[in-house]
């Protein structure tokens, strides 16, 4: 029973969060407007990031649509292969260290612990890493997406 409550707690503070980012006018970003960087299609030799599941439950009052919150961990100098999540809403807060990220036609942003971005459901992701060489770096990620569809595709390697 308490498990239950703790689970529901969990789904409505992610709802919350994601309600919440959904209004903002703009994610929050320490560094303001960068330029967009080259992402380079070849294969990356730095470590990848560990995305682990935490809960997922179809939306009872939302037909066809699925919350999930995951925890994604960086090691040092670690990096996300470019990917995208189909049709998902996705909110990402950062609980430690920095992370880099880019959107397609965006400019590449630095957001550090407390920090959060949205991306739209479509979002090509195109650049997402640790900024920092020595510490690790972990997000909390919610997804409001398609019941059944993957929450992350990486792309196609060339």
């Not at 682990?52 to 961990?73: H, R, W």
């Not at 920092?132 to 060339?158: C, M, W, Y």
Request: with cysteine; net charge neutral.
């Amino acid at each position: 029973m308490t498990r239950m409550a703790f689970r529901r707690g969990l789904l409505a503070l992610g709802l919350t969060m994601a309600a919440v980012a959904a209004c903002a006018p703009a994610a929050k970003d320490v560094d303001g407007d960068a330029p967009a960087a080259a992402v380079s299609s070849a294969p990356s030799t730095r470590p990848p990031d560990k995305l682990s599941i935490q809960f997922e439950q179809a939306l009872p009052n939302v037909k066809g649509k699925t919350f999930t919150s995951a925890i994604v961990d960086y090691p040092p100098n670690g990096s996300t292969p470019p990917h995208h999540h189909g049709q998902a809403f996705v909110y990402a807060y950062v609980l430690k260290g920095a992370v880099r990220s880019q959107l397609a036609g965006e400019a590449v942003h630095t957001y550090r612990q407390g920090d959060y971005w949205i991306e739209p459901p479509g979002a090509h992701h195109v650049l997402s890493e640790n900024a920092s060489r020595t510490e690790p770096a972990q997000l909390l990620v919610v997804f409001i997406s398609n019941t059944g569809e993957a929450i992350k595709v990486n792309d196609p390697s060339n």
